[in-house]
Structure formats: structure tokens, C-alpha cells
């Protein structure tokens, strides 16, 4: 999944409008070869889902690609840019290029805004890790909420990729929103997790271009190794293949 944006992304606050009054993601379904190299893009159809649901007005952002019941789904914050900015967690599953299929995921805790959560699938059920501190997980169908503990090393960190599965646990990418003399960076570390999804170990902090706006949305296994997902300044979708020793590396 490959997001496109209608807007600049500044190395400070603010975002500035090529014309549009509001905000307006689209996102492509892009095949990645063995190789790397993508074939072409395809445009998401969400027209139908946007016109009926007010939350999803100004676009899906931040969608997390994952493969669930013999068919591709993601996770994303639907944005609604109105008097008062909101952003709401979905659930889709894609037919083809098309959403057939979008269901709101309610904050727990009735807040305005909602995103970052982390898609896992395990076995037949499909989770979400929502918070690290205080952590918080949850399961669909059947609904299930998990209280499971605190994790004071990863206050203030948030979702990033899917949680995937690794060595008889899991594994996934957070992220860290800095400001230093008024530039926005992005930190990034590799997280460990145990059965339940809760935290056992955080590696070093980590950037993939630089000290700059860029956020991992995307982690998946290939072959022996792995690949991260990443964008910068909203307008540039890049692929990082590791090593399971650079995983190892990440995580010590």
C-alpha cells in the first residue's frame, strides 16, 4: 500500500494545501516482486466508503497491509478534517483493488483521535496492539480486551508496522514524534513481543534516512531476511531489506 498526499509536509509543524481546502489521501495497491521492483500501481477504490462515512471523508491514512483469511486487509485512520479534526481507526478487506468491506474500530477510551494501532494475525484470530504503556491489546471476532502491564522504556512510543511473528514470538516497529529547534524527526525501534503481545524487549533507537519526517508503516518476512516499509515527508514510499543478523542487530 502506497499513500499519495495533496499537500507539502514541512520540516517543522504545519502542513501547506496545493489549492484544496482540506486534506486528501489516496492510496495504491503496488505488487512488489522476489526482486523488489514494483509493478504497476492501482488505484484503492474507497470512493463508495468515503461518501458513506463521515469519518472517512478526507482520506484513509496510514494503512497496514496484512494477509487474514485467504484475503488482503489493512488498518488505517479514517480523517475527517472539519471544525474539529478527528481521526478514527477502520478495519478494511480489498476485493481486488476495491474496499468491499470497512468496519469502525471505536476508541476504547472515547478519544478524538485514533490511529497507529498494530494489525497481528495469530492463527485464526486478528489482534491489534493499541498502547505499549500502559499496554493494552485486543482481539476481534470473538471481541477480546487484554490489560498486560506496564512498560515504562516504551512511554511515549507508538505503532508503527504489523506485528509479525518471530523466533516463537513476534516482532514489530514503534516509533518516537521528536522536536528539536522546531524540526519534527522521527525515531524508530524494533520491538520483541511475547504471546499474549506484550513487550518483552526493545532495541536501539534507529533512522532510516536521516533525522527527518519518516515513519515505518510496513514489516513483512522474506525469504531469510526481512522487509521494512517506510515513507518520508509524506511524499516518498521507499523498501529496506535486512538480514535476520541486522534484525538481531536492531533488537540487541
Given amino acids: 500500500m502506497v499513500r499519495t498526499v495533496n499537500y507539502e509536509l514541512g520540516d517543522e509543524d504545519g502542513i501547506w494545501f496545493r489549492g484544496d481546502p482540506a486534506p486528501n489521501t489516496r492510496n495504491y495497491f503496488v505488487p512488489i516482486g522476489s526482486d523488489f521492483e514494483p509493478g504497476a500501481p492501482v488505484l484503492v477504490d474507497d470512493a463508495e466508503v ?13 494503512a497496514r497491509l496484512f494477509w487474514y ?17 478527528r481521526t478514527t481507526m477502520v478495519l478494511c478487506r480489498l476485493d481486488g483493488a476495491r474496499i468491499d468491506l470497512l468496519q469502525v474500530l471505536h476508541s476504547p477510551h472515547a478519544q478524538p483521535m485514533e490511529k497507529n494501532w498494530m494489525p497481528c494475525v495469530r492463527g485464526q484470530n486478528l489482534w491489534v496492539v493499541y498502547k505499549h504503556h500502559l499496554g ?15 512498560f515504562p522504556s516504551l512511554a511515549g512510543w507508538s505503532g508503527g508496522s504489523q506485528v509479525i511473528p518471530f523466533e516463537g514470538g513476534f516482532i514489530g516497529v514503534v516509533h518516537q514524534r521528536r522536536k528539536v529547534k522546531n524540526r519534527v524527526h522521527y525515531a524508530h525501534r524494533m520491538v520483541r513481543y511475547g504471546f499474549h503481545l506484550e513487550p518483552l524487549h526493545a532495541g536501539r533507537e534507529f533512522f532510516f534516512r536521516g533525522e527527518q519526517i519518516e515513519f515505518c508503516s510496513g514489516l513483512a518476512q522474506h525469504g531469510d531476511g526481512f522487509v521494512m516499509s517506510f515513507g518520508v515527508k509524506d ?7 535486512l538480514t535476520s543478523g541486522q534484525v538481531s542487530s536492531l533488537l540487541a
Fill in 50 to 62: 468515503r461518501r458513506g462515512r463521515v469519518i472517512c471523508e478526507h482520506g484513509l491514512e496510514d
Fill in 69 to 85: 483469511d485467504k484475503r488482503w486487509w489493512f488498518t488505517a485512520s479514517g480523517l475527517h478534517h472539519g471544525a474539529r479534526v
Fill in 136 to 150: 493494552e491489546v485486543y482481539q476481534f471476532a470473538p471481541a477480546r480486551r487484554m490489560w498486560i502491564g506496564e
Fill in 235 to 241: 511524499r516518498e514510499a521507499w523498501l529496506v531489506s
